[in-house]
Each structure stands twice: as C-alpha cells, then as structure tokens.
C-alpha cells in the first residue's frame, strides 16, 4: 500500500481529498498543520506529501525545506491559492516536486500524484535488468551481451517505465504526463514517435517487446524465455 500524508488546515477540504485519494486505493494519513506533519512523518513511512502552503503554526515552505533538509526523498506536492510564478518558484526552491493552484480539481490531483509516484519509482530503481538486458538509470545506457547503446532521456525514461511495469498498459496521456510532464505542450504523437525509435534500435534485442494497443497506447512484455 502506498502511504499519503495529507497536511491541509481546512477540515472540509482535506476530508474531500483524503476521500478521493483512498478511493484510488492509497492509505492518507492527515495533519492540519506543518508541526503535526513532522510527527507524522518522525513516526510512519510515508511515500508522498501533498501540503497546503498557507497554514498555522508551520507554513508548506517551511514544511518542506525542512523535511527535505532532513534527507527525506519522497514526492512533494505544494497546494495553494497563491498563483504567482514568484510563489511558485519558492515552492520549487524549498524542494517541491510539483505545485498545483486552488481550488483543487479532484481528478487533477490523481493525476499529479500518479505522475509523481511513477517518477519517484524510476528515479529510486537506479538499474532495471530484463533478461540480459540492463537498463542504467544514472548513465543512461542499455546494456546486452557486451554491446551497449547510451539512449536521449525522454527515450531511456520511457523505455525503463514501461519495462518496470511489464504487461501493464499505459495511455499515452499517462506516458505524456510522467515523462514529459502533466504541464507539457507537447502533443500526444510524441510518444509514438519515440516507440518507433525504440523499436528501431532494439528490434534484435530478445528480451523484451513493445506493444500497441490499438485506441489505448503501449505497454512492455518481457519474453518468455527470459
């Protein structure tokens, strides 16, 4: 189960949104304020933070340039009224991972958090091997049989997602958001545009396969044989 800490003073509001975060099936521990956050997290695991920035006691900033001070790596995501890009830009500063502005969309927020927990999986398996085949996080690289191709980011990044989720299929809105960011101008064919390079360069390769599903997206299997 995925533990989420939810810290929001307005009771309404976080009852709401712990509601339909535990409808997707996540755990949601509350704090009404930043002070009840750190105990919270001094004394439970916790997988992602969503934090309201203006709060009693211990405002989201604050929150989290400490728990980022303390070396806790897990997701951040800043909620909050205030829409400026200087706002914004301290959020970022303090160690956010995303920001989204009030009133929140229910739907919006699965989302950024889907996105964020699937990044946080890929940053924190720093090599994936399928087969013979290994896939280095920090350089890049795909590896097999001695030979070894160095691949572009959005390229790497796609690949090691879908191959870390074998079998499971991924829209290509949700590899559009993960990869390139739920905030991305750029357009849905990207993806397909980068699964044909993929295919390309690993149509030899035995371990693994990329598959189309016709008005969905794609999805990885990893043979048999492996």
């Given at each position: ?73 897990f997701p951040i995501l800043l909620v909050t009224a205030r829409e400026r890009l200087d706002d ?139």
């Open positions: 189960m995925i533990t989420i800490l939810l810290v929001e003073d307005d009771r309404h509001l976080r009852k709401l949104m712990a509601y339909h975060l535990e409808r997707e099936g996540y755990t949601v521990l509350m704090a009404s304020n930043g002070l009840e956050a750190l105990d919270v997290i001094e004394t439970t695991h916790v997988d992602l933070m969503i934090s309201d920035v203006m709060m009693p006691e211990k405002d989201g900033f604050t929150l989290t340039r400490e728990v980022r001070g303390a070396s806790s790596e914004k830009k301290q959020g970022f500063s303090a160690g956010a991972d995303d920001y989204m502005v009030k009133p929140v969309e229910m739907e919006e927020m699965i989302l950024r958090v889907e996105a964020l927990l699937r990044r946080s999986k890929v940053q924190t398996d720093r090599k994936l091997v399928v087969g013979s085949t290994v896939l280095d996080y920090d350089t890049l690289r795909v590896e097999r049989s001695g030979e070894s191709v160095e691949l572009p980011k959005k390229e790497f990044y796609l690949l090691f997602k879908l191959l870390s989720y074998p079998k499971q299929i991924f829209t290509r809105q949700q590899l559009m958001d993960d990869i390139w960011g739920i905030d991305s101008i750029a357009e849905e064919r990207t993806v397909d545009v980068h699964i044909k390079r993929l295919r390309e360069k690993f149509e030899k390769n035995e371990d693994f396969s990329i598959i189309t599903i016709r008005g969905l997206g794609y999805k990885a299997e990893r043979n048999e044989t492996i």
